[in-house]
C-alpha cells in the first residue's frame, strides 16, 4: 500500500460516504508488534508466496527491505494462562516466571518506547493472535478489584487481556480481532475509559459468518423457516493448527454459532464444524448447507461454498479497523468504538446481527465523524 504495488480493493475507504473522510495515510503508518515466535515476517511472508501462492513474488521482493524493518520492531509477547497447544509454538526466549503485572509493565513500556522512537501521535494495538479458550473464572466487575489479582501468578485472565491492559496503560487503542477474552471485560471497559482511550471486538467477521450475516436476514424478511443450518470449515496455517485443540476451538465454534439465532428470533437446528488440513497452507472452505421451508410447508435448500486466503481477507478489515480508531481518536472519542460491529462476528454491546443494518450504524458513524472534524479543522 504504501509503495502503491496494489490498489485499495477490500478497503472501505475509497467507498462513499467514506472516501471523504481525513483517513490517516499509508507513508504515515508505521508497524510494530509483539510475538512468541522466532519466525521472522520476511519467512512467513515467503510461505504465502511458495506454498499458498496468495502474493506475487515481485510484490515479495519489493516489499523485502520495509518487512525486514518491521522484524525489527517486534518484541518477546507473552503465554501467560496459554494452553499446551499455544505454548508448543513459543520459541522466542520469553522471560518465565513474570506475574501478569510485571508481564503487563514489559509489554506497555515496549509500547511506550516504540512511540516514542517514532513520534507516533496514535498507537493502535490490534490483537491477531491465536484463539484462547474460553475462561470460566467468575472475575470482578471493578477495575480496582481486578487489579490486585494481577500481582498473583494464579490470576485467571489470559494473554489477550494482559496486552489490552498493556494498550490502555500505554494510551494506546486496543482491537480485538479474535473471539478471546480481550479488553470485553466491565472492568477493562472501566480502565480504557479512565486512561481516555478506546477498544472494540471480538472475533473478526471475514468469511463464512459474513454471509449468514448477509443470507439470514433475507430468510428472515421473506418468513422462510430455516429448519437448519450446518457450516463446515477446513483450512490450514498456525490458526488452524490451534483451533485444532479442542480447548480453543470451543471459542471459535461460540462466536461463530449464535449469529443465526440471534438474526432469526429463534433457533433452527445448527452445526458448526472447524477441522485442521495442513495442505491447505493460508487458504480456508467452508461448505454451508441450510433447509428451509417455503410456501405450502415444501422444504428446500440453499448451499453456497466460500473458499478464500486467510490472511488476505482479514488484512484489509484490519488496516480498516486501525484507521477507524485513529479517527475516532481524533474526533474524541473514548470507550468503545460500537460503530466497527459490521467488522465483528460478536460486537460488544450491539445486539444487531444483520450485516446490512450494522453498515449503516458505521456510515452514520461516518458522517458524524466528518462533521465533527471539520468543525475542529474550523476552530
Known amino acids: 500500500m504504501q509503495r502503491g504495488l496494489t490498489p485499495e480493493v477490500g478497503l472501505i475507504s475509497g467507498v462513499k460516504p467514506f472516501a471523504q473522510l481525513p483517513w490517516a495515510r499509508w507513508d504515515e503508518i508505521v508497524v510494530g508488534g509483539h510475538e512468541i515466535r522466532s519466525l521472522r515476517l520476511t519467512q512467513a511472508v515467503a510461505e504465502l508466496v511458495d506454498q ?15 518487512l525486514e524493518e518491521i522484524d525489527r520492531e517486534i518484541c518477546p509477547g507473552t503465554v501467560f494462562n496459554g494452553n499446551p497447544t499455544v505454548r508448543k509454538l ?47 473464572a467468575d472475575l470482578p466487575p471493578r477495575w480496582t478489584d481486578l ?34 477474552l480481550g479488553a470485553s471485560l466491565p472492568a477493562l471497559d472501566e480502565l480504557c475509559s479512565e486512561q481516555g482511550s478506546r477498544h472494540y471486538g ?20 421473506r418468513n422462510l423457516e430455516v429448519l ?6 477446513i483450512f490450514g496455517n498456525t490458526d488452524g493448527i490451534v483451533l485444532a485443540d479442542p480447548s480453543n476451538k470451543q471459542s471459535k465454534i461460540a462466536s461463530k ?56 481477507l482479514a488484512a484489509p478489515l484490519v488496516l480498516d479497523l486501525a484507521r477507524l480508531a485513529d ?33 449503516q450504524m458505521l456510515e452514520q458513524w461516518a458522517s458524524e465523524a466528518k462533521a465533527s472534524l471539520a468543525r475542529a479543522d474550523a476552530r
Open 52 to 66: 499458498s501462492h496468495t502474493l506475487d513474488r515481485r510484490v515479495f521482493d519489493a516489499i523485502s527491505g520495509p
Open 90 to 136: 513459543a520459541s522466542l526466549g520469553l522471560p518465565n516466571g513474570e506475574t501478569p503485572a510485571q508481564a503487563i509493565e514489559r509489554l506497555a513500556d515496549d509500547l511506550r518506547q516504540f512511540i516514542q522512537r517514532h513520534g507516533v501521535r496514535h498507537l493502535v494495538v490490534v490483537n491477531v493472535a491465536s484463539t484462547e479458550p474460553p475462561i470460566s
Open 147 to 180: 487489579r490486585s489479582l494481577l500481582d498473583s501468578p494464579g490470576c485467571p485472565l489470559p494473554a489477550s487481556s494482559l496486552y489490552a491492559i498493556a494498550a490502555f496503560t500505554a494510551g494506546a487503542s486496543y482491537i480485538n480481532f479474535t473471539p478471546s
Open 202 to 221: 471480538c472475533d473478526g467477521k471475514t468469511g463464512e459468518t459474513l454471509m449468514k450475516s448477509v443470507l439470514a436476514p433475507m430468510f428472515a424478511r
Open 228 to 233: 437448519s443450518w450446518v457450516g463446515h470449515n
Open 257 to 312: 454459532d449464535h449469529l443465526i439465532g440471534d438474526i432469526l428470533g429463534y433457533k433452527p437446528q445448527t452445526h458448526v464444524s472447524i477441522e485442521y488440513i495442513a495442505s491447505l497452507g493460508d487458504w480456508k472452505t467452508a461448505w454451508d448447507h441450510i433447509h428451509f421451508r417455503g410456501f405450502l410447508g415444501v422444504p428446500m435448500t440453499l448451499q453456497f461454498i466460500w473458499q478464500g486466503c486467510d490472511s488476505v
Open 327 to 359: 479517527l475516532a481518536q481524533r474526533c474524541g472519542q473514548i470507550g468503545r468504538m460500537s460503530f466497527m460491529a459490521p467488522y465483528f462476528k460478536s460486537p460488544l454491546g450491539v445486539q444487531e446481527q444483520a450485516f446490512d443494518r450494522q453498515f
